[in-house]
């Protein structure tokens, strides 16, 4: 069975940093765009970031812009997601996605991992 596997959840103070990552598992996803999603709880899911497959464009939701970073190696076919700074308002579950045709539209992405909870606390 192909999915995503997400990992590097966890709870962690106002100001503190998690780096997530995301491995493919069951199939190979090294040349499709790869993006990060997140869901707080009562909201819908929001992009967060994406990245395309040669690393050469990456987008980022405004919310996040200059303290989360996405990154990824095509050769261990995982992503990443450096958070830093966090705030108690990133508290969500956050999921990895693949797509062949984006990298931030999540109707438009082909395969989801499960997720991993991020609780920052005040």
């Known amino acids: 069975q192909v999915q995503m596997v997400e990992s590097g959840g966890g709870l962690v103070q106002a100001g503190g940093s998690l780096r997530l990552s995301c491995t493919a598992s069951g199939g190979t996803f090294r040349s499709w765009g790869k993006g990060w999603f997140r869901q707080a709880p009562g909201k819908e899911r929001e992009f967060v970031a994406g990245i395309s497959w040669t690393s050469s464009s990456t987008l980022y939701a405004d919310s996040v812009k200059g303290r989360f970073t996405i990154s990824r190696d095509n050769a261990k076919d995982t992503v990443y997601l450096q958070m830093n700074s966090l705030k108690p308002e990133d508290t969500a579950v956050y999921y990895c996605?693949?797509?062949?045709?984006?990298?931030?539209?999540?109707?438009?992405?082909?395969?989801w991992g499960k997720g991993t909870l991020v609780t920052v606390s005040s």
């Open positions: 996605a693949a797509g062949r045709a984006s990298y931030t539209r999540a109707e438009a992405m082909d395969y």
